[in-house]
């Protein structure tokens, strides 16, 4: 499956942001969708996931309550919306599909390009 990030942009702490990640070249129902991010001299690190079907979620702590991941399996779109963004959620966001439902980043071995959010004050 072939993924497509965007969304990203420049905005002041608080504000908001949807990311999109559109998909082709395979049955987007079969994958677990998730969202990684990459700020810089960092690792790249587990955002959110999104089961298959009834889509089931996972988020880490620091995003807990202010992010969003949903799917379109109509669309073949998977979306983080983020609000209340703080100046530490600045990274490149990177989206992957894969076949196992968790959070390691070795279990997607389809990635999106990247697209970039800076949030500052």
């Known amino acids: 499956v072939q993924l497509q990030a965007s969304g990203g942009g420049t905005v002041q702490v608080g504000d908001s942001l949807r990311l999109s990640c559109v998909a082709s070249?395979?049955?987007?129902?079969?994958?677990?969708l998730a969202w990684f991010r990459q700020a810089p001299g960092k690792e790249r690190e587990f955002v959110a996931v999104?089961?298959?079907?009834?889509?089931?979620?996972d988020y880490t702590d620091s995003v807990k309550g202010r992010f969003t991941i949903s799917r379109d399996n109509a669309k073949n779109t998977m979306y983080l919306q983020m609000n209340s963004l703080k100046p530490e959620d600045t990274a490149v966001y990177y989206c992957?599909?894969?076949?196992?439902?968790?959070?390691?980043?070795?279990?997607?071995?389809?990635w999106g390009q990247g697209t970039v959010v800076t949030v500052f004050s």
């Open positions: 070249g395979s049955t987007f129902i079969d994958y677990v």
């Open positions: 992957a599909a894969g076949r196992r439902y968790n959070r390691n980043k070795d279990d997607y071995d389809s």
């Open positions: 999104v089961s298959w079907g009834v889509g089931n979620t």
